[in-house]
T-cell receptor, first 112, second 112 residues
Framework: SQTIHQWPATLVQPVGSPLSLECTVE??????LYWYRQAAGRGLQLLFY??????ISSEVPQNLSASRPQDRQFILSSKKLLLSDSGFYLC???????????FGPGTRLTVT | SQQGEEDPQALSIQEGENATMNCSYK?????LQWYRQNSGRGLVHLIL?????REKHSGRLRVTLDTSKKSSSLLITASRAADTASYFC????????????FGKGTMLLVSP
């Protein structure tokens, strides 16, 4: 069966510090991978998606970047965090041409 | 963008009652999905309905789709306290590659 992991679960970082969130998927090959951010009481905003190693598409201009160094690993990064980067970050995967997405447990990021 | 908007924003009912949530979207779609999110957790896929389907059932869930009105509804019958969660509809995103656009969700509270 397929599983998706995210870490850390929670993170408190000062403004201006770097960020690295990691997502890994097990039990499937060549998944589509997605990073979302969810602000308090709001819906999900798609940040990045990837259809293969090294292939990253950005949905919105922002202070964040993403990388996919391995088939089932997706990393969200920032060189300098802003207060507005606080939120709940969710990673998800899907099988190509299938619309259902499967989500990880999320990372709660607080920038202070 | 094809963003779904859920209605109501919040719904409070007693155990055993039925809960109905609605979703409206803007442009033609080939499918629509519903997801559930427990507080502080990732989203869980509930059901996908295709544009050529009018109604779909899964256990206590019943989803309808009216493409002429660009709307969908999610009915949870005989609600339980464990159904307390936020419910989101999702439509295919503009970017393809199985991307999704989520609404802001309906927060359902089921009291014992």
């Amino acid at each position: 069966s397929q599983t998706i992991h995210q870490w850390p679960a929670t993170l408190v970082q000062p403004v201006g510090s770097p960020l690295s969130l990691e997502c890994t998927v097990e039990g499937t090959s060549n998944p589509n991978l997605y990073w979302y951010r969810q602000a308090a009481g709001r819906g999900l905003q798609l940040l990045f998606y990837s259809v293969g190693i090294g292939q990253i598409s950005s949905e919105v201009p922002q202070n964040l970047s993403a990388s996919r160094p391995q088939d089932r690993q997706f990393i969200l990064s920032s060189k300098k965090l802003l207060l507005s980067d606080s939120g709940f970050y969710l990673c998800a995967w899907s099988v190509s041409a299938v619309y259902e997405q499967y989500f990880g447990p999320g990372t709660r990021l607080t920038v202070t | 963008s094809q963003q779904g908007e859920e209605d109501p924003q919040a719904l409070s009912i007693q155990e055993g009652e039925n809960a109905t949530m609605n979703c409206s979207y803007k442009t033609s779609i080939n499918n629509l999905q519903w997801y559930r999110q427990n507080s502080g957790r990732g989203l869980v896929h509930l059901i996908l309905i295709r544009s050529n389907e009018r109604e779909k059932h899964s256990g206590r869930l019943r989803v309808t789709l009216d493409t002429s009105k660009k709307s969908s509804s999610l009915l949870i019958t005989a609600s339980r306290a464990a159904d307390t969660a936020s419910y989101f509809c999702a439509t295919p995103g503009d970017s393809g590659y199985s991307t999704l656009t989520f609404g802001k969700g309906t927060m359902l509270l089921v009291s014992p």
